[in-house]
Structures are given as structure tokens and as C-alpha cells.
């Protein structure tokens, strides 16, 4: 039975799984986009597993950490300030 979070409906329909994200932005904007929805946001400390649990997404290190998928551009958009 699939976990029912706002964290799985956001990747499952907000995100792409193609391209990458720098973690920190994903993490910004999903906390946005929960408070957008009146939804209660993971915790930090669970979303690299819930990640891997329901999606096989593991961040990968470059010069920063990245998840390799790509926030839908109309999200981005919406919650995206300061360059990111």
C-alpha cells in the first residue's frame, strides 16, 4: 500500500524525473508548495529516504547535492526566488 504524503504527491505531480535539482531548492520549494496546499511538509531528515523508498531517487554529490529529476516548470516558477 503506497504511503499517502505530501512529499509522494508532490514528486509523483509536480516533478519530472528527468534533469536534476540542487537539494536545497527542491527542499524549499516542496516546503513552499506545502504551504501553499495546507499540506504537512516531511521532515527533513526523511526525505532522502522516502525518496529512495517510492521513486529509487538517491541524491548524487557534484559540487553540491543534486536529486536527478526536475521540479515542472509552472511550481518552479511559482516558488522560486533568489537565483536558485
Known amino acids: 500500500m503506497e504511503r499517502n ?3 509522494v504527491v508532490f514528486v509523483r505531480d509536480r516533478c519530472e524525473m528527468t534533469g536534476r535539482t540542487k ?3 527542491f527542499r524549499r520549494i ?3 508548495w506545502c ?3 495546507n499540506a504537512f511538509p ?3 531528515r526523511n526525505i532522502d529516504t522516502i525518496l ?3 521513486f529509487d531517487i538517491v541524491p548524487i554529490k557534484a559540487s553540491e ?3 536527478p529529476l526536475t521540479i ?3 511550481i518552479r516558477l511559482a516558488f522560486s526566488y533568489g537565483g536558485d
Open 72 to 74: 515542472k516548470d509552472s
Open 35 to 37: 504551504k501553499s496546499e
Open 65 to 67: 547535492y543534486y536529486y
Open 23 to 25: 537539494r536545497s531548492t
Open 5 to 7: 504524503n505530501s512529499l
Open 42 to 44: 516531511e521532515q527533513t
Open 30 to 32: 516542496y516546503l513552499e
Open 52 to 54: 529512495r523508498e517510492y
